[in-house]
């Protein structure tokens, strides 16, 4: 059974810094590919920063430069460091994970987490 636990969120202000962290347990975590998503109230749920097996990543453009993903795979951990936030940025943000070591699309997540509240105001 897989089971990711998020935590690491709460309140910032403008462009400050947080960092969000995703403990992964049974799941072949070395092996797959993960990602960070974010859902708005009132909006979809976005894939924001996905890494792969090799090291690889990818970023949506509302957050590219300013989030960074990796993971520690000695502690089973998957992280995003957030800094620049800006208001935008205030959402649910999710683990999950493929059953797979590439990236195919933001549609193809099988394993999900139950979110960590990110809210950025001043």
């Known amino acids: 059974q897989v089971h990711l636990v998020e935590s690491g969120g709460g309140s910032a202000q403008p462009g400050g810094s947080l960092r969000l962290s995703c403990a992964a347990s049974?799941?072949?975590?070395?092996?797959?590919?993960m990602a960070w998503f974010r859902q708005a109230p009132g909006k979809e749920r976005e894939g924001i920063a996905a890494i792969e097996r090799n090291g690889g990543t990818r970023y949506a453009d509302s957050v590219k430069g300013r989030f960074t993903i990796s993971r520690d795979n000695g502690e089973n951990t998957l992280l995003l460091q957030m800094n620049s936030l800006k208001p935008e940025d205030t959402a649910m943000y999710y683990c999950?994970?493929?059953?797979?070591?590439?990236?195919?699309?933001?549609?193809?997540?099988?394993?999900w987490g139950q979110g960590t509240q990110v809210t950025v105001s001043s």
């Open positions: 049974g799941y072949t975590y070395t092996r797959g590919c």
């Open positions: 999950a994970a493929r059953r797979d070591y590439w990236f195919t699309a933001w549609s193809d997540f099988h394993y």
